[in-house]
């Protein structure tokens, strides 16, 4: 059984940081793309990062450019979401993902970390 598990998520002010992570348990990851994405309350789950099997290439929603870093160790079999400059609008439920194949599909999900931002 596949299972990804986020944890980091929490209650931070605006302007601040956190670091999600997500560790991946069942196979090994070490060749599928991996990422991000988040739900707001009422709205659909949008992209936000991804990132490849190496490690070299990565895209970011522009939403999150330039304040999200998403990174990854292989040894580990997790993903890390480093977000910086956080803001209310950045608020919702992050899903960690694996096997990406479209901008709202993917292999396997996540059951989510929360992410609140206090304006």
């Known amino acids: 059984q596949v299972q990804l598990v986020e944890t980091g998520g929490g209650l931070v002010q605006a302007g601040g940081s956190l670091r999600l992570s997500c560790a991946a348990s069942?196979?090994?990851?070490?060749?599928?793309?991996m990422g991000w994405f988040r739900q707001a309350p009422g709205k659909e789950r949008d992209f936000v990062a991804r990132?490849?099997?190496?490690?070299?290439?990565?895209y970011y929603a522009d939403s999150v450019k330039g304040r999200f870093t998403i990174s990854r160790d292989n040894a580990k079999n997790t993903v890390y979401l480093q977000m910086n400059s956080l803001k209310p609008e950045d608020t919702a439920l992050y899903y960690c993902?694996?096997?990406?194949?479209?901008?709202?599909?993917?292999?396997?999900w996540g059951q989510g970390t929360q992410v609140t931002v206090s304006s």
């Open positions: 990132i490849s099997w190496s490690g070299s290439s990565t």
């Open positions: 069942g196979r090994t990851f070490s060749r599928s793309n």
């Open positions: 993902a694996a096997g990406i194949t479209s901008a709202t599909m993917a292999d396997y």
